[in-house]
Every structure is written in C-alpha cells, then in structure tokens.
C-alpha cells in the first residue's frame, strides 16, 4: 500500500516535499516512481529511483528542478520540488515496481499510491 501527502497550494517560484509512504512490502524490493496527471490530461512519468537510491530519473521538464530521494528504513520516497510553475500543477502519485533494476523504469508499474494535488499559482 502506497500513500502520497505533501500536496497543497504554493506559488510560482516556491517549493514543496512530496512524501509517498509504503506498506506491506519488502520496501528496498522495489523501484519508485512519481507520476502526474493536469487536468485532463494523460499521467506522465515525472522520474524516479530505483530501489537502492543509487540511480534517479526524471523527465527533461523538472531535470534540474525535482529531486527524489528514498529512505529504505523509513519505507517512504520523497519528491523535492523546486522552482515550481504553472505547468507543474497536477495530481501526483507515487508507485512502486517490484524489482531490483540497475536503472528507473518508467512504465508498468506495480502499485499506486492515491495522489496529492499540487496546485502552483501564477
């Protein structure tokens, strides 16, 4: 089981700290993803972390800005946002693939979390 918080309201330039913690499972078993989904449109990969935290991924749009971070101990992953924009506003979720992969896959993920909004006003 997987629970995304952190969401909320913040302005264009700011910051938050998404948290996505994990249950149930072998938790350093898995890779972690995080997914967002605007308004009406499709979920998108955003990037992740495969399951020892050595190797991170992110889509062009957020390299630079985002940072995901895991604590095996604390079954959680984390997503720093920065420098945060309109674009960035969307669902996001939290999912984990089973798999101790040497790199982030970014589809056919396992598990998902039930997202957190994130809304970035102008």
Not at 42 to 68: A, M, P, Q
């Amino acid at each position: 089981q997987l629970q995304a918080f952190g969401g909320g309201l913040v302005q264009a330039g700011g910051s938050l700290r998404l948290s996505c913690a994990a249950s149930g499972g072998t938790f350093s078993s898995y890779g972690m993803g995080w997914f967002r989904q605007a308004p009406g449109k499709d979920r998108d990969f955003v990037g992740g972390i495969n399951w020892s935290g050595g190797i991170t991924d992110y889509v062009n749009s957020v390299k630079g800005r985002f940072t995901i971070s895991r604590d095996n101990t604390k079954n959680t992953v984390y997503l720093q946002m920065n420098s945060l924009n309109a674009e960035d506003t969307a669902v996001y979720y939290c999912a984990a693939k089973r798999g101790r992969f040497g790199y982030v896959p970014r589809r056919d993920y396992n598990y998902w979390g039930q997202g957190t909004l994130v809304t970035v006003s102008s």
